[in-house]
């Protein structure tokens, strides 16, 4: 039974560990040998130019087609007909309440 748990020990020590680096192989660039960043002239011949910027004038005014929107007061006031239908409706529901509760 210990044989077999130090063979599970040493095959997981002998695999690469999940954050170890694989050993530089003998094609790759090392860090002290310089690295050419630069693209064939080939390639670039077929890229598109990158489009110019806009800019935007910033004057502190806003723009003309803008329209205010009312405020919620507002709004509000402008439908008496629906507050007096929930203040209706409120005052069934407290009439309601103190019927339930009520120890007559």
Known sequence: MLLEWERKIEAAEARPGRFDRPAARADTPTVSEPVSVETPREARRFERPAPERRTVTITGRPAPDLRRLPAV???????????????????????????????A
Do not use: Y
Request: hydrophobic share 65%.
């Open 73 to 103: 007061a507002e709004r509000q006031l402008a439908q008496p007909d629906r507050i007096a239908l929930w203040a209706f409706l409120l005052g069934l529901f407290l009439v309601a309440v103190a019927a339930g509760t009520a120890h």
